[in-house]
Each structure stands twice: as C-alpha cells, then as structure tokens.
C-alpha cells in the first residue's frame, strides 16, 4: 500500500493485576470522600458531581502507604510507555500529581489536558456497567477545517474520536498534551479511578 501513517499519537492501555491492591485502593479512596471535608467543598464548589481530591491533597503516596504500592505499579506502566514513545529523557519520568475520583452517576468531565506534565493517565478502580468511556480527541481537530468526516468503519488511526473502555484495573496512558474527556457515568453506582500526571 503506497500509503503510510505519520505523526503518531500513543495510547496506551495496561493492567493492574492485583485485586487485592485494587480492592484497598478502592477502600482508601472511600475513606478520603469521608474524611476530605476540604476536597468534598471544592468538588461542590466546582460542580464536580462526587468527590475528587483534585484540589486538596497533594501528598497521597506519602500520607497512606496504598497509594505508594499503587505508585510503585505505575512507575513501569509509565516507563514502559516512555520506552513505547521513544522519549529521549536520560531518566525516568517522576510521579507529579496523584489524585482520586468518585464520580456519582450522572457526573462527567469535560474535554481537557494536563498542562506542565510529559505523561498523564488513569488507572480504574471501580467500574459499573455504563460508567463511561474516555473519549480521546485528534489534537489536529482545530487544524481540520474542510476536511472530509471518516467513514463508519474507518481504521482506528484515521479516527478524530476514540473512545476507550476501561475495566477494573485497566491502566490508560497518553501524553499529557492530549485532549480528552470523560463520559457521562450511566450506571447506577459510583466510578473510582485514580488519575495522574508525571514530569521530567
Ligand atoms: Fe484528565
């Protein structure tokens, strides 16, 4: 085929094969949406529909030593996916910012990134059936104008939206640059995840 694909855009979907770390993740995460008080006022504040620790704890893998085992697993997620994007880092990227969601039913997250981060993802803790995929963007969107829409059945790179579904334990990686969103949870129960970005 005389055509070829350029200027990749990696995704990246590992494992968390641990029930038991993931079920004492899950158990710590609810205990942070009890005790939070300040994390619960800004979710509120902020129209955030559950809990998130986004904007009031920035020390989760020092304060409760699950969420350094959690760390651990993701170092290598993150330096597989490193090696997968071929980053010259002379080093290994390091853990910025960890922080944990409760998203209620009905709640969302619109299409945004992670500024100031080289690798940025989530690991999913607590997924009910309908909970929500997290839909990607082609960060060429706005550059598109008259371009042609993609047929139904266009290969998954020629898409301008993909849309991935986690699982419990699934690991989603992609650089932090990429614009991304989170769909309406249409269970009946919450959905735990735990998002972060990584830095030089
Ligand atoms: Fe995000």
């Known amino acids: 085929?005389?055509?070829?694909?350029?200027?990749?855009?990696?995704?990246?979907?590992g494992r968390i094969d641990d029930a038991d770390?993931?079920?004492?993740?899950?158990?710590?995460?609810?205990?942070?949406a009890e005790d939070d008080r300040a994390g619960r006022g800004w979710s509120k504040a902020n129209g955030y529909r559950g809990y998130t620790s986004y904007a009031s704890l920035d020390d989760l893998p020092v304060r409760d030593p699950v969420f350094a085992d959690l760390k651990r697993a993701l170092d290598k997620h993150v330096a597989a996916f490193a090696r997968d994007c071929a980053f010259d880092l002379g080093g290994r990227l390091k853990l910025d910012s960890l922080w944990v969601n409760v998203l209620k039913p009905g709640?969302?997250?619109?299409?945004?990134?992670?500024?100031?981060?080289?690798?940025?993802?989530?690991?999913y803790i607590a997924v009910p059936p309908g909970s929500g995929a997290l839909k990607l963007e082609d960060p060429r969107l706005p550059m598109l104008m008259a371009a042609p829409g993609r047929t139904d059945d266009a290969p998954e790179p020629l898409r301008p939206f993909v849309y991935a579904e986690p699982a419990v334990g699934s690991v989603f990686l992609w650089e932090s640059w990429l614009r991304h969103e989170v769909m309406p949870n249409a269970a009946k129960s919450d959905r735990i995840s735990v998002s972060f970005n990584y830095r030089m």
């Not at 085929?1 to 979907?13: G, K, N, V």
Request: aromatic content about 8%.
């Open 1 to 13: 085929m005389p055509s070829r694909s350029l200027f990749a855009t990696q995704f990246y979907e």
């Open 21 to 32: 770390l993931i079920a004492e993740v899950e158990a710590s995460v609810r205990a942070l």
């Open 107 to 123: 709640g969302t997250h619109s299409g945004h990134i992670h500024p100031h981060s080289v690798v940025s993802g989530t690991v």
